[in-house]
Structure formats: C-alpha cells, structure tokens
C-alpha cells in the first residue's frame, strides 16, 4: 500500500510539471539559433556587469518633517577678513528677541588682506566648485557622499613671512545662538552692551579709514563637517568707498546628515546678496558695514544615504536573463516565421515546387555528363 501511495503521489507529481522536457532526438539545432544565442548570452554579461555597478553605488534619500527643537542653540562658524585693523572694527549678534549675544567666541588677529599666489589659485578653484554647485545641483550628493575625502576647505596659511603691514583683520571663531532670527554685524568700533540696546564706539576712528572690502573664508551654521563647501565661501568683495554698506539675508535649513561615513546635524542655508552705498541726503540710510542677517526655517531636512537590497539586486537580474531570454526567442520565432512566409511566397528552400526542383535536378545531370570538346574535334580554320 506504501508503495502504491508513492506512486500516486510521484505521478501526481509529475503531471504538474510545468517544465516539461523534450527528447533530444526532437531537438534541432541551428547556425541562425546558435548565433541569437550568442547574442544573447554577450547581452546577458553585458547587462549583469552594469547592474552589479548599480548595486554598488548609492543615493541620497531626502526627508521632511516639522523641527521641534526650538531649546537647543545654534551654532555660526565664521572665518571673515575685512580690509581694516582690528583696533577699528567690532563683531557682535543680536536676534529677535533683542538679546546681544557677545562676541566672547571670536578671535581678532591682525593679517595682510592680499592673498599670496598659493591662496588665490585656491580662492578660484572654490569659487568654480561654488559656480558649478549652482548649476548642479547633484553635485552636493557627491560631497555628501564623499566627506572625508574632501580636501581641505579653509584657506590655506601663507607659505612664507611677509614684511608688508598687517592691514587687515581676520574675524573667526564660533558662537552659540537662539533659534531664532538675528543679525551678525560687522561694523566701526568695540560693541558695548547698555539697557537701551547696544552701540558701537566709533567716535575714535577716522571716516578715512572706513573700508569694508572683505572676504569670507567660511561661514556655516551648525556642526562643521570636513569637505563641505557651504554658499558664501570664498565670496570677496571689494569696495573703493568709505560708506558702503554690504547685506546678505540667510534662511537656515536644520539637516541631520546619515551616510555610511559620518553622522551629524548640520544646517544648510540659502543666501541673497545686497550691497549699497549710505548717502543720508538721497535718503539711502543705514550704517557701514557688514551685516549677515538670518532666520531658521521651520521645516527640518534629513539626508540619509541609501543602498540597493541584496534581494532587490537578484530580482533585477533574473529579470535581466528571463527578459533577454524571452525576448530573443520571440525575435527568433518571429523573424522565422517572416522568413519562411517570404519563402512560401517566392518558392525558395524546402517551398519549391516538384516541378521546379526535378528540372533543376535534370539540369545538374545534363551539366554533369556532357562530353568535354577534345583538340582534335577543334575545327581548323
């Protein structure tokens, strides 16, 4: 009874196979089918070898949501040069909430404005990679990507002492803010702190000495992360007037950064320039100097670096096979069917008539045992 059941079981089995075999002796075989093989086998490789580089690169993920973190302070890294001596200018934050923020965490060092060779060729390769950042956007995916190989993006030291006089002022350093709207501003005179606001000392410089020509070498918000080029980076501005007044207005995007590399939260930001000339009697009013005002966004950005699934991989290519396997047998059935209608039509290959072929066959013997003309059978003239 066992082996009964087995056998019920087996041919069972058997009748639902959906694969079913053929004999070899009904297998015929083909110059025409050996070559869309071929074909198709070199496809197959080709193919298979590209999607395995698919497999391998990844992509940035882009994900929105509200920021909720409205306690926790932020973070301005600045790295500006101005055209005047330190003992002349002062830096100092004050946001919405008329809270002075001093500028205990910036240093004032006394540097040549002018770059060395060395520190100009840098300054433009930066400002091309900026150029080209605004054009491609898909290129911050590749610094994202790629952060720790980035080269260094602060400006290099001079290669050697100058004797020229120290006539600018190097403003860099980090300070913590609210999270909320401020103004980073960059004028004549010492910040003091009052009751009523705050004020610049200016009474003591020379307006001869107003010159807000300056260069910002890095400004970022947030962790800083080696090998990201933030918008206003390199930025110079040159100026030939005592009262010029420079603005730029950010809006900060809170980003929390996930690749395979490194992790953190960062902020990225938009920028829009200004620049105008004070002149009290033509009604353009205000104060010389540089002002930096921001604002946080409300939305908060994570980038997070994805990766195809192993399992996604092989999907693909067995798609890839079955696909090209399906698709060349189709072409070879259905350029077989053309042919042989084509054939049929003009009576060519197995679609000749008896006719046809016992005249042609005739003619071969007659060919074959005609007498070849001997020398002698020549006719003299």
């Keep these: 009874m066992r082996r009964l059941s087995r056998r019920k079981a087996l041919t069972l089995v058997r009748e639902l196979d959906a694969f079913p075999k053929v004999s070899e002796s009904y297998v015929e075989t083909s110059a025409t089918g050996g070559t869309v093989s071929l074909i198709a086998f070199g496809a197959m490789a080709l193919l298979a070898f590209l999607e395995f580089f698919v497999y391998r690169d990844t992509w940035m993920k882009y994900e929105y949501e509200v920021d909720k973190d409205f306690s926790s302070k932020l973070r301005i890294n600045i790295d500006i040069t101005v055209a005047m001596k330190c003992q002349h200018v002062g830096a100092d934050i004050l946001d919405l909430a008329e809270t002075m923020i001093t500028s205990n965490g910036l240093q004032y060092e006394p540097v040549i404005?002018?770059?060395?060779?060395?520190?100009?060729?840098?300054?433009?390769?930066?400002?091309?990679?900026?150029?080209?950042?605004?054009?491609?956007?898909?290129?911050?995916?590749?610094?994202?990507?790629?952060?720790?190989?980035?080269?260094?993006?602060?400006?290099?030291?001079?290669?050697?002492?100058?004797?020229?006089?120290?006539?600018?002022?190097?403003?860099?350093?980090?300070?913590?803010?609210?999270?909320?709207?401020?103004?980073?501003?960059?004028?004549?005179?010492?910040?003091?702190?009052?009751?009523?606001?705050?004020?610049?000392?200016?009474?003591?410089?020379?307006?001869?000495?107003?010159?807000?020509?300056?260069?910002?070498?890095?400004?970022?918000?947030?962790?800083?992360?080696?090998?990201?080029?933030?918008?206003?980076?390199?930025?110079?501005?040159?100026?030939?007037?005592?009262?010029?007044?420079?603005?730029?207005?950010?809006?900060?995007?809170?980003?929390?950064?996930?690749?395979?590399?490194?992790?953190?939260?960062?902020?990225?930001?938009?920028?829009?320039?200004?620049?105008?000339?004070?002149?009290?009697?033509?009604?353009?009013?205000?104060?010389?100097?540089?002002?930096?005002?921001?604002?946080?966004?409300?939305?908060?950005?994570?980038?997070?670096?994805?990766?195809?699934?192993?399992?996604?991989?092989?999907?693909?290519?067995?798609?890839?096979?079955?696909?090209?396997?399906?698709?060349?047998?189709?072409?070879?059935g259905l350029v077989g069917f053309f042919f042989d209608v084509i054939c049929c039509r003009l009576k060519r290959g197995v679609y000749r008539t008896r006719e046809d072929v016992q005249l042609h066959h005739e003619m071969n013997n007659l060919n074959n045992h005609q007498a070849p003309l001997l020398a002698e059978d020549v006719p003299q003239e």
């Design 113 to 332: 404005f002018d770059l060395t060779p060395q520190q100009r060729v840098w300054q433009r390769t930066l400002l091309l990679i900026q150029n080209r950042l605004r054009e491609e956007h898909a290129l911050q995916e590749v610094l994202y990507k790629s952060l720790l190989k980035g080269g260094p993006t602060a400006l290099p030291p001079r290669e050697y002492a100058s004797i020229e006089p120290l006539n600018a002022c190097r403003i860099h350093g980090h300070v913590y803010v609210n999270k909320v709207a401020g103004n980073l501003h960059i004028t004549v005179g010492k910040p003091i702190h009052h009751p009523q606001g705050h004020a610049h000392i200016a009474a003591f410089v020379s307006h001869d000495t107003y010159n807000f020509s300056h260069r910002i070498d890095h400004l970022s918000f947030g962790e800083e992360i080696p090998g990201i080029i933030n918008p206003l980076d390199g930025t110079e501005k040159i100026t030939y007037n005592n009262n010029q007044m420079f603005q730029y207005f950010i809006t900060v995007v809170p980003t929390k950064l996930n690749t395979y590399k490194i992790s953190a939260d960062t902020h990225q930001f938009s920028v829009t320039e200004r620049e105008r000339v004070i002149n009290h009697a033509a009604g353009s009013h205000g104060v010389s100097g540089i002002f930096i005002k921001y604002d946080t966004n409300s939305l908060m950005v994570t980038v997070s670096e994805q990766h195809m699934p192993l399992w996604q991989f092989l999907v693909r290519l067995c798609g890839i096979i079955g696909g090209i396997f399906s698709t060349t047998g189709m072409l070879h």
